[in-house]
């Protein structure tokens, strides 16, 4: 059950307020509470549960890393979607919505890379070199492309979702979204069907306070999904880190180990078998007296022989 708390804020705002009876849409007839003076009622207790819903889902988006394309073309919506998309670092259209925006968006993307371009351009100067008729043209076209496109120059894949503010003036944004399957959230009047909305928030999309309040909550839970993300990245970068300094002191002892082995098997060379070692070196090497005797022997057989040799000649 809604919070009476949230409800009253809603109704404060006004957000209660639908259009006149006979501009209703009948698929809008279980989120109207009553009729007023030719005016339909919203029941806010379904609006505020649809809020928390559609929240829920944006935060998981917006924690996901995707983007969520903020729609808004109409005059009393424009500067307050911006500015709440601003906020929450999200892409927004508040001017006329670009045919093919979503289903031809590599020739969009092809529009944001000119911008840039021409951007780079004025920085190394090549701007300068051009005519004066030719500046006034270039300068023309960005100003232009900004207009237009200047929100969702960082954009640089299809958006996660679309939230849209009166889907009715919005239809082909809503209809490019359901080509391509992206999931849509928006403020639906009770002139809208919303059957073709994911998550339809009825609301007054026409009352700017209306707008405000929806849009700063949506923002609000995009911003939270947006920080859940940023605590999460966080949170694994210094497990990595942990992971990788745990490692490393590892490596380190196992080295230590190493060393200290290798040390302890120098100093274990036992000192009985060191002069076992040495006896038999000793053993092996002949005495002074005995080569001596030798050489002598080795003389004497010597004369023997050549006496021996010149005797038989």
Avoid: C
Wanted: glycine content about 4%.
């Amino acid at each position: 059950m809604a919070d009476n708390k949230e409800v009253k804020s809603l109704l404060d705002a006004g957000v209660h307020f639908g259009h006149l009876t006979r501009k209703w849409n009948p698929n809008m007839a279980p989120y109207i509470y009553m009729e007023r003076n030719g005016i339909h009622i919203i029941n806010l207790y379904k609006t505020a549960a649809k809020l928390e819903e559609a929240n829920e889902a944006l935060k998981k988006i917006a924690a996901s890393g995707r983007k969520i394309l903020f729609v808004a073309t109409k005059k009393q919506a424009k500067d307050i979607v911006s500015e709440k998309a601003s906020d929450a670092n999200m892409p927004y259209i508040t001017e006329r919505w670009p045919g093919g925006m979503l289903t031809n968006f590599v020739t969009i993307r092809r529009a944001v890379k000119k911008m840039a371009s021409i951007d780079r351009m004025k920085q190394d100067g090549t701007f300068n070199t051009l005519s004066k008729k030719e500046r006034l043209q270039v300068s023309r076209l960005r100003a232009k492309l900004e207009k237009n496109l200047g929100s969702i120059s960082d954009m640089s894949r299809l958006p996660g979702a679309l939230f849209i503010v009166d889907t009715t003036r919005e239809h082909i944004a809503v209809k490019e979204a359901q080509k391509l399957n992206i999931p849509i959230f928006a403020m639906v009047d009770t002139n809208s069907d919303p059957r073709e909305i994911d998550y339809a928030i009825p609301s007054n999309d026409d009352a700017s306070k209306s707008v405000e309040k929806i849009v700063g909550k949506v923002s609000e839970a995009i911003i939270e999904g947006l920080a859940e993300r940023k605590a999460g990245k966080e949170k694994s970068e210094a497990e990595k880190a942990a992971k990788k300094a745990k490692k490393e002191a590892k490596k380190e002892e196992e080295a230590k180990e190493k060393q200290a082995d290798k040390k302890a098997d120098k100093k274990e060379v036992p000192s009985k078998d060191k002069e076992d070692k040495k006896a038999m070196k000793e053993a092996k090497k002949p005495t002074k007296l005995e080569s001596k005797e030798e050489t002598l022997e080795k003389a004497s057989d010597a004369k023997a022989k050549k006496k021996a040799t010149k005797e038989e000649e």
